[in-house]
């Protein structure tokens, strides 16, 4: 639920308890309705309302409250990082592009907090382990099967590096399985949802967004979504690839993920 809603239904909760409590009261006492309400209220009566009214109002506070610091805290965060820490679906740069979608896929695919921190850290990190490759092998196209084994040997160098360092260290386990495939022909033979959500969605991103790019002319939206499902069921999760064309297409979703994404912890 929406910090915005809980607050309201607290403060729509608050008077009903008291309007009740007070029809309770008219009807047992005798007393009118309008004097049940405060005038001939017991002190101790009186004080139980106040304390129960509050008790309802302050969960619907905090949460909101809450809301507004985090919403304040990770805005500024995103200017110090000029709009680099939710990416751009505009920008001309791949990894802005590729972690504003993913951030917006985790958040409407419900995954936690803490799994969509390592996989912010992912979008950043995924290729670090390609420092240890020589660079003509990374530029070489096509690659033999031998040189396609050693490339592939990145995720798990990346782990590695990742692993030492104290702000990837909570991503190194992502970073080890994003060349996982949905299918099973990556390089640990993953099989479906034993491929972590996290690198499933960091897959199906990256090839959305990449594809765009590596045409000329370069492609639209839809053709780039048309070309995934081409991929869904063996390389893509067809739930990620079905749930990405929604975000799209579906305006009201985007917006609760861009909420969802925002309060985020």
Known sequence: MRPVDRLLICMGLAPLIWLIDSLLLAFTSGLGFGGSLWENVSTPRLLFRLVLTLAVLTPGFVSYLGYIWRRYEIVCMNKADDGTLFGDANSQDDVRRILYYCMRLAAIMKMPARERDKLRILCYSHDIG?????????????????????????????????????????????????????????????VGRSVPLACRIFTTVSMFVRSMDAQEPQMTVEEALDELNLYANTVLDPDVVNALRDLIFDKRLSRLAREQVLVSP
């Open 130 to 190: 390609m420092f240890l490759l020589p660079v003509e092998l990374q530029e070489r196209q096509p690659r033999t099967r031998q040189e396609w084994r050693i490339y592939m040997q990145h995720a798990a160098y990346g782990a590695q590096i990742a692993a030492s360092l104290p702000q990837l260290k909570r991503a190194a386990s992502l970073i080890a399985l994003h060349e996982e495939r949905y299918d099973g022909s990556g390089p640990n033979a993953l």
